[in-house]
Structures are given as C-alpha cells and as structure tokens.
C-alpha cells in the first residue's frame, strides 16, 4: 500500500493526521479483507485538495466501502457533495453505514453499477475527481471529466506505481520510451500507462504524480 521506504512511511505517519475510530475500524477492515484502500497517507493528500479547492463536488469512479470518501468529506465544504460509486452493492451499503456513523451520509450520494454509466447522470462542474476503478479504463473515464472540472479543479488517480502493474515496464515507458504492454497481455499496466499519457499531453491540465499510498497521479485543470 505504500511505495515509499518504511521509514519515511513511518514519519509520515508520526506526523501526519490520525484515523479517527471509524477509520481505524475501516482500515483495519481493509488488512483483515486485503481490501486496496487508498490509505491514510493518500487519504490525507484527498482531504487537503479538498480542502485547498474548498470543495462542493466530488466524483469517485470507484468507492468501495467509503475509505476515500471519508477522507474527502472532512476536507470538502459543510455544504458539499460527494458521489460514490461501486459495483459491489454490499461494500457501497458498508460504505453507506460507515458514514451514517460518521454523520456524513446525508452529504453523500451511494451508486451502485458501473460508475462510467453513473457519470453520464451527473452534470459537472466537480471540484475533484477521484479515479480508482478498473484500471484499463482510467484514461476513458479522464476524457469523460475533462471538461466537467472546474478550472482550478483536480483530477487524482491511484495506483501509479504499486497494484495490479508491472512498474519496470511503466517505468521503461516514461523513461525510455519503451511501448507499453498490449492490452490483451496486461490491461492494468496499459491502462496505467496510458493514462499518464493522457493527463500529461493534455494541455489544459498540470500534471505532477505524487509517491504516496500506491502512488498518485494529481492533474489540476489550467484553462
Ligand atoms: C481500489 S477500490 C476503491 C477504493 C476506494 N477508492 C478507497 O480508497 O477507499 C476499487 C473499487 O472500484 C470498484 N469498481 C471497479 N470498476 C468499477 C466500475 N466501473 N464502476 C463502479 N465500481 C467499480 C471495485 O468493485 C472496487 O471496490
């Protein structure tokens, strides 16, 4: 979960924000269940941008129980909405609970299905995105939200350097220029890949990808 060495992950943590209870209760569920929560470090990079963009609306192409939203929510404005999505309907109704506990369901809409087919329902603009679903379709769901964040609105996409991808591979690709696996080899690596190709050569956006949790890819919209 984390790509950092063990020692700075340990001063980050020294210096960085607690769990409160509830997320100590969701992170220890996600070491009990091998769940890939974004973790406490990214967790706390999603509720300072929220924080820095004083957020009013939030997208998450992939929930699971509420982790990364939980972190947004304390972040966004009181008056903010954050959208959740999840195929899994038992997650999204754990998640729904999590926050109920928390006192934050009421700022937060829970959609099951396929978070691609949920975005065409809401209308930008957001002030965050978050991208955590299926890799191979990172870069579709960008081109889908490009244009709904605001200016000055970021688009935050997980798993850069760690998860289900071969980092060798990625990392000849941007320093060598080396192709990209194909598809029908390694989805996961290739739609990594191409995502930061995307957000990189697109000229309306600053990207810079962060070494935290699994590693972070931040795009802030420019124009
Ligand atoms: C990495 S987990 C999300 C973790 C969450 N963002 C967090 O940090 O707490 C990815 C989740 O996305 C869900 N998912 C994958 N593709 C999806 C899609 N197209 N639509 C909705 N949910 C999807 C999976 O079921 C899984 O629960």
Excluded: C
Excluded at 13 to 20: L, N, S, Y
Excluded at 99 to 115: H, I
Excluded at 119 to 133: A, C, K, N
Excluded at 180 to 193: F, K
Aim: avoid cysteine.
């Amino acid at each position: 979960m984390d790509v950092l060495a063990d020692e700075i992950v340990r001063f980050l943590r020294a210096t960085g924000p607690d769990h409160d209870p509830i997320q100590t209760e969701m992170a220890e569920y996600a070491i009990a269940e091998g769940f890939p929560i974004i973790g406490p470090n990214a967790g706390a990079v999603l509720r300072l941008l929220a924080r820095l963009t004083d957020a009013e609306r939030i997208f998450e192409f992939g929930s699971g129980y509420g982790y990364s939203a939980y972190w947004f929510l304390q972040g966004m404005n009181p008056n903010g909405h954050i959208v959740l999505t999840e195929f899994d309907e038992d997650e999204l109704a754990m998640g729904r609970e999590f926050l109920d506990r928390a006192d934050l369901a009421d700022r937060a809409s829970f959609e099951a299905g396929d978070a691609m087919e949920t975005i065409e329902r809401y209308d930008g603009p957001f002030d965050v995105v978050l991208i955590d679903h299926q890799k191979h379709r990172y870069a579709d769901a960008f081109e889908r939200v490009r244009t709904d964040v605001r200016v000055g609105g970021v688009v935050v996409a997980d798993n850069m350097m760690e998860g289900p991808i071969d980092f060798d591979r990625l990392l000849a690709h941007f320093e060598n220029d080396e192709p990209l696996p194909a598809a029908e080899s390694d989805r996961e690596t290739a739609g990594i890949g191409q995502y930061v190709d995307t957000v990189r050569a697109d000229p309306a956006f600053e990207t810079f990808l962060l070494p935290v949790g699994s590693g972070i890819s931040i795009s802030t919209r420019m124009e």
